[in-house]
């Protein structure tokens, strides 16, 4: 059988905190618990503190999704947005990016890219994401994760998003930055800098080294920083 496990966490204002992760083959679920561990039985709907979120086709079919990144905006909604990725659609066992944006009682906005959930490889083959960052003062937030190149090469992906789930089209290259190490990379946390400067991290594989720490640094508009 399917085993349940949390992969993600964020912390609230309040002190409140939610977790999130795998829930069985073709779902996820977020779980919310009040600052002394108690399950909090205002999230989710019917005394439950949890939310299950399923991913049956035509439209949104994935096998093994799972949540890697979660954070809470700081906009006065409360909003909580997960991010990871699945086996989605007939794309031939292909990764896709997944977006779920929860309102703060525990049910999918349906601000949020019209229905709280948002499937897309953005464009690219293959597309796995492990992280997500919400800095302070707006409400745009980063993701991050890994593809696959022309040349079968794994590569670190970041892309921005608007506070709703729409791709933030002002960064990188329609809202999304290749960083290309020249041999296989991936990429599992994003913070920001005090200065709007972005930092990606992850690993890469090198001659000597099949893991070696990988670390780069974009600037606010999404352009390397060669500084």
Known sequence: GW?????????????KYVVAGLAGPSSVR????????SVDTTFGGSNTG?????FPGP??????????????????TGRIV???????GAGGGLYSMILIGLTS??????NFYGQGIRVDNLGYNSL??????????????LVAGTTIDAAGNKDMVVARFTSFGQTANTFGASGKVLVDFGVNSQA???????????????????ATNPDDFALARLSSAGVLDTA
């Open 105 to 110: 009682a525990g049910v999918l906005d349906t």
């Open 3 to 15: 085993s349940i496990r949390a992969d993600a966490l964020a912390v609230q204002p309040d002190g």
């Open 82 to 88: 997960g991010v990871g990725d699945g086996i989605c």
């Open 188 to 206: 599992f946390a994003v913070v920001h800098q005090p200065d709007a400067s972005i930092l990606v991290a992850g690993t890469a594989t090198t």
């Open 50 to 54: 949890e939310i299950t979120v399923s």
């Open 128 to 141: 796995q994401m492990n992280a997500l960052s919400i800095p302070s003062g707006t409400t745009q937030f």
């Open 30 to 37: 977020f779980a919310r618990f009040t600052s002394s561990g």
């Open 59 to 76: 439209t949104n079919a994935c096998d093994s999704p799972d949540i890697k990144g979660l954070a809470v905006q700081q906009d006065g």
